[in-house]
Structure formats: C-alpha cells, structure tokens
C-alpha cells in the first residue's frame, strides 16, 4: 500500500496523461526522488499504470512517514 501504514500525505500534484474508466485498475508505483530530514518529509514521483499497461497518470507525492516502525501485523490464528 503506497505510500505504507503511518504514513501522512502532506502534498499531491497529479496530472491525468490518458482517461480513466469505470472498472480500470491502476496500479500506482511510487519513486523515492527528495528527503528532507529538516521537516522529516520524504518525496516521490509517482506513476499510475492501467491493466493495459499505458500509463494514466504522473504526479508527485510528499508524505510524513512515521517516526516509529508501524507494529508487526498480528499472526493468523493456528488451524487446528
């Protein structure tokens, strides 16, 4: 999950390069391209692909991860 657990979105710039239809998947992959360990922020470049393989979207991402790591998920119950 982009950009992951704890993480605070504190800007977005996207642009919508080709259109987006009802029932498309798209499917977002997001780069690491500026840190400022000032304002403890982080910056991505964002691409968003469809299941056609074209991409759809182009932007930039700045987020505020946690300070912390987020706690391990808790294990499945045992089948038994």
Do not use: M, W
């Amino acid at each position: 999950c982009l950009p992951g657990p704890g993480t605070i979105g504190a800007g977005f710039s996207i642009e919508y390069v080709a259109p987006v239809f009802f029932a498309d998947t798209v499917t977002l992959t997001g780069t690491v391209v500026g840190k400022d360990p000032t304002r403890h922020r982080i910056t991505l470049e964002v691409v968003g692909v469809n299941q056609r393989g074209e991409v759809v979207l182009r932007g930039r991402a700045t987020v505020v991860p946690p300070r912390r790591p987020a706690p391990p998920a808790p294990l499945p119950p045992e089948a038994g």
